[in-house]
């Protein structure tokens, strides 16, 4: 099947200045290094890594919202990384983001009507009856009452400021929406809430996304596939049956280990493999040869720490980096 969004080789360095006044010099930071991924139509990629992987740069660049370093981005067959800001418009229709923040990624000085109508007005609606009448439609679509208009996001839960952002990312009918850890600032209660409305948008409207978390829990439910990000690199990418049931990389394992386990007999066992991945994840200013996570792997060999492992399809569609796949 032909990807709806296919990133090519992509990174993102950012050059980072180091050093005291004598000694100052400029180095890049590989926020995203060479990532090669493709969504299908309709499905739900999650996307996990630990805070400081590049998971959401690279979010925010499968939609240019953050400019490549290197590398293509097709959105639909055509290039998005070399689009003028004429046609980038018109193409950024079809690619929204629903973003982790619900507090602050809402102006707290618009009406929510004003917030939804924003991105039709930008891209050439009238504030007008009919306009005003897709505001209304978006709050029912999302669970909102057609009063919450003129309130204003203060006057919200998180679930519900996060409903709002939802409306405003889907009322442009994309068909991409990029959802940036959308449920990482809700309460545990209400996360279930917003992942379900997600599902359920996604089947009414046809939809397909990219869903980053920070861990596998979260996005067990909702995701088709699942890849695992680790220091701007994306280590495996599965069915979220093969991914769970049967990870091949030991970082995807240490991170299948942390999801919280309901079984007490279980529980023991995941706790014993979750001290296997001890220490913090390293700076990507300065990224450990070889592959970047023999520091903290169980199983790491001479050759981790010279040799980048190549990506290997070891079982169809299941796809790794790792010396001991090969
Ligand atoms: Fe561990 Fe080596 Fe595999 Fe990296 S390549 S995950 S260090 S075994």
């Known amino acids: 099947m032909k990807p709806l969004v296919e990133a090519i080789a992509v990174s993102k360095h950012y050059a980072v200045q180091t050093g005291g006044f004598m000694r ?10 060479g990532v090669n991924l493709r969504i299908h139509p309709g499905e739900t990629l999650g996307l996990v890594g630990e805070s400081g992987c590049g998971k959401s740069t690279l979010g925010r660049m499968l939609i240019r919202l953050v400019p490549t370093t290197d590398g293509t981005i097709l959105f639909d067959g055509t290039d998005i990384t070399s689009l003028g800001p004429k046609e980038l418009r018109a193409t950024r229709r079809g690619m929204q983001i629903v973003f982790q923040d619900p507090f602050g990624a809402l102006n707290p000085r618009m009406t929510v009507e004003d ?31 057609a009063r919450a208009r003129e309130r204003f996001p203060h006057e919200f839960s998180g679930g519900q400021r996060q409903r709002v952002g939802i409306a405003r990312a889907l009322v ?29 948008l996604q089947a009414e409207l046809g939809l397909t996304y990219l869903f980053i978390a920070h861990d596998l829990g979260v996005v067990k439910h909702i995701s088709t596939r699942v890849a695992v990000m680790y220091l701007g690199k ?10 769970y049931d049967a990870p091949l990389h030991p970082y995807t394992q240490a991170l ?38 023999h520091t903290r792997c169980p199983h790491v060999m001479p050759v981790c720490k010279t ?14 980096a790792c010396h001991l796949i090969g």
């Open 115 to 145: 917030i939804i109508m924003e991105p039709l007005l930008i891209h050439g609606a009238r504030a007008n009856a009919e306009t005003r009448t897709k505001v209304t439609d978006m709050l029912g679509l999302v669970g909102l009452p």
């Open 24 to 33: 100052r010099q400029t180095i890049p930071l590989r926020a995203v290094d």
């Open 234 to 243: 994306v280590v495996e990418i599965a069915d979220k049956r093969a991914l």
């Open 307 to 320: 040799q980048e492992p190549a990506v290997t399809e070891p079982v169809p569609g299941h796809q790794v």
């Open 256 to 293: 299948i280990a942390a999801v919280p386990v309901a079984h007490p007999a279980l529980r023991a066992q995941a706790r014993q493999q979750r001290q296997r991945i001890a220490g913090d994840i390293p700076s990507a200013l300065h990224p450990p040869s070889g592959c970047r996570f």
């Open 172 to 200: 442009l009918h994309p068909r991409f929406v990029v959802c940036d850890e959308p449920v990482s600032a809700l309460d545990v209660s209400v996360q279930a809430q917003i992942v379900n409305l997600l599902a359920d």
